[in-house]
């Protein structure tokens, strides 16, 4: 059984663009959320998808977004990028119950110059 | 708001010895559940082991087993025989039983070093 794919692994940006960054979920799962590690925040959650509707959102600004899609596949979205946003982004899938067992993938690594 | 405190930035054991990392939190709810994950160079989380406020009883999973002190609100993760695949960051992580709520809290982490 696969797990969870991110892409891309690195990702290399300058401050004021966008970013688009992709996770696909375990077969079956319906469940993806996403979050923001950094070496001075450490981990934050972002936000979780469950049938492609949005169910906890973290404090994060609105240029942080997010969507699923009908396969489950999640995209987050960062626009008008800053210096700060740089962090290793990390998603995680389950079945959507509760609590359940989270299945992460490797992440992307964000840099903003 | 609840908070996850991981006091020991980083940790050393011998090979085959026994270690524990601790964890504090601080929540006003009574039901939540706690969490130990592991992670490695590969940056991957994985899941050590669980343990649900409500059951007295600590969760053991192999050589990694907890001590939950629900008063004290402490959760440390003692690792038994330890490997050198041991080695890894360990973060502690808290979520509320609340239904609509399903965020992880997380500790700042531990680095595991294990000394061949």
């Known amino acids: 059984k696969a797990g969870v794919t991110q892409t891309p692994r690195y990702l290399i940006k300058t401050r004021g663009q966008q970013v688009t960054l992709s996770c696909s979920p375990i077969?079956?799962?319906?469940?993806v959320s996403w979050y923001q590690q950094t070496p001075g925040q450490g981990l934050q959650f972002l936000f979780e998808y469950f049938s492609e509707t949005q169910r906890n959102k973290g404090n994060f600004p609105g240029r942080f977004s997010g969507r699923q899609f009908s396969n489950s596949r999640s995209e987050m979205n960062v626009s008008t990028l800053e210096l700060g946003d740089s962090a290793l982004y990390l998603c995680?899938?389950?079945?959507?119950?509760?609590?359940?067992?989270?299945?992460f993938g490797s992440g992307t690594q964000l840099s903003v110059l | 708001a609840q908070t996850v405190t991981q006091s020991q930035p980083e940790m050393s054991v011998q090979e085959a010895e026994t270690v524990t990392l601790s964890c504090t939190y601080d929540?006003?709810?009574?039901?939540?559940?706690l969490f130990w994950y592991k992670q490695p160079p590969s940056r991957q989380m994985i899941l050590v082991i669980r343990q649900e406020a409500y059951k007295q009883q600590n969760a053991t999973e192999n050589r990694f087993s907890v001590n939950f002190q629900k008063a004290a609100k402490s959760f440390s993760l003692k690792i038994s025989d330890s490997q050198l695949g041991d080695a890894a960051m360990y973060f502690c992580?808290?979520?509320?039983?609340?239904?609509?709520?399903?965020?992880?809290?997380w500790g700042a982490g531990t680095k595991l070093i294990i000394k061949p």
């Open positions: 995680a899938s389950s079945f959507g119950g509760f609590v359940e067992k989270l299945f």
């Open positions: 992580a808290y979520r509320s039983a609340r239904d609509s709520n399903y965020q992880l809290i």
């Open positions: 929540t006003s709810e009574s039901d939540y559940y």
């Open positions: 077969s079956g799962h319906r469940s």
